[in-house]
C-alpha cells in the first residue's frame, strides 16, 4: 500500500487515532478496503519499537476490526513443507533475524456469527529477508540449490507432524532453530500481536507468512493441548511494498528471481479473502517499519489441516513443490 510521509512532530497515538476516523468512513463490505492516508508512515514506525505503547496497538485493533459487517470464510490454502509444531509462545519472533521491522496484527472471527474467536491460538511461520526459513537452513531460499546463512547447530531436530510425504508435502528439517517462528492465544477482541520482520522471497513463490488458527484446545505447560486446526492459511503483500524492500539490506542481497503476487499459484486473487494484509508505512521510507492487519473469518468448528490444493481445492494427487 502507498501512503504518504507525515511530520515526525505528530504524536503516533494522534496518527493512529486519523487513521481510525478515516478507516471507519469507508464502506468496506466484509473486506478491508485500501486505506490511503496522510501522516501514516509515523504510525508505521511504531513498528521498529522494541515496545509500542498500549494506545497505539489498541488504535490500530480498532482500525481492523472498525467494520462491522459480517466477512466472507477466509480462503483455506496448503500448510507447505516448512511446518514445524513447535508451538513456542511468544509475540516477538525475530530472535537474531535482520530486516524491515514488521508489526503483524491479526484477528479472528466466527464466519457465521462475526463474533470474536476467544482463547483460540493463532500461529505464523515465515522465511527469513534472504528467503530461508529456521529449520530449514540447509535448503536454501528455495528448496535447494542456495547458499544457507550459517552451519546448523547440533543436535536433532523436532520433526514435523506427518513426517516427509506427510500432509502438505512436508520436508526433512535440517536444523533445529526457531526465529520466525510463533504462536499466541486470542484475546476478547479475538486478536494477536507478532512482532517479526518482512517477509524475503525465494524460488516460486510471490512473498508470504503462513498462518493456522486453533480451536477447541487450551494452553496448558506443553504448549497447545486438544482441539484441532479450523483454518490454514497464508498472507500477502502488496506489490507495491515487496518493489520498495528490493533495495535495502538484508532483502538487495537477494539474487532469486522474485515471483510477483499477480504471478504466484496459491495467492487466490481474492484481496482479503484471500490473504491479503491491508499494510501501513512510510512509502519513502518503509525501512522504518510496517503494520500489517488482516481479519480472518474462519469456521471454528471445522478442520482445515492445509492437506488441501492451492485456493482450498481437492487434495492433490502429489506432494506440492518444497516452494509452498
Not at 503516533?12 to 481510525?20: E, F, G, I, P
Not at 472498525?66 to 509475540?91: H, K, N, V, W
Not at 506427518?162 to 528439517?173: M, S
Amino acid at each position: 500500500m502507498d501512503v504518504s510521509r507525515t511530520s515526525p512532530e505528530e504524536p503516533d497515538n494522534a496518527l493512529v487515532s486519523r487513521l481510525v476516523s478515516r478507516r471507519r468512513m469507508l464502506l468496506l463490505g466484509g473486506a478491508a478496503g485500501a486505506i490511503a492516508l496522510s501522516g501514516a508512515g509515523a504510525v508505521a514506525s511504531a513498528a521498529d519499537r522494541n515496545t509500542a505503547g498500549a494506545g497505539t496497538l489498541d488504535s490500530v485493533k480498532a482500525a481492523a476490526s472498525a467494520s462491522s459487517a459480517c466477512m466472507s470464510l477466509t480462503t483455506e490454502q496448503i500448510e507447505g513443507p516448512y511446518y514445524i509444531d513447535y508451538e513456542l509462545f511468544r509475540e516477538n519472533v525475530v530472535e537474531d533475524r535482520t530486516g524491515i521491522p514488521l508489526l503483524l496484527v491479526l484477528r479472528a472471527v466466527d464466519s457465521t456469527t462475526c463474533k470474536p474467536i476467544r482463547n483460540s491460538a493463532i500461529e505464523i511461520w515465515h522465511c527469513d529477508a534472504s528467503g530461508v526459513y529456521s529449520g530449514y537452513t540447509q535448503n536454501g531460499n528455495g528448496g535447494g540449490g542456495g547458499t544457507p546463512p550459517g552451519p546448523p547447530p547440533s543436535g536433532t531436530p523436532t520433526a514435523p507432524p506427518g513426517g516427509p510425504g506427510g500432509p502438505g508435502g512436508h520436508a526433512t528439517p535440517t536444523d533445529d532453530l526457531t526465529w520466525l517462528r510463533g504462536i499466541q492465544m486470542t484475546d476478547h477482541q479475538g486478536f494477536v500481536t507478532f512482532r517479526t520482520v518482512f517477509p524475503g522471497w525465494y524460488a516460486g513463490r510471490a512473498v508470504h507468512i503462513h498462518t493456522k488458527v486453533h480451536t477447541g484446545g487450551s494452553r496448558t505447560s506443553d504448549g497447545y493441548t486438544g482441539g484441532h486446526t479450523c483454518h490454514t492459511g497464508q498472507f500477502y503483500f502488496s506489490e507495491d511494498s515487496v518493489k520498495a524492500t528490493a533495495d535495502i539490506a538484508p532483502y538487495s542481497a537477494n539474487t532469486i528471481t522474485r515471483m510477483t503476487l499477480d504471478e504466484d499459484f496459491i495467492y487466490p486473487k481474492t484481496g482479503t479473502q484471500g490473504g491479503l494484509l491491508e499494510l501501513v508505512y512510510d512509502n519513502r521510507h518503509i525501512e522504518r517499519g510496517v503494520i500489517g492487519y488482516i481479519t480472518m473469518a474462519v469456521d471454528p468448528s471445522a478442520t482445515n489441516d492445509g492437506e488441501g490444493a492451492p485456493g482450498g481445492g481437492p487434495a492433490p494427487t502429489a506432494p506440492p513443490s518444497p516452494s509452498a
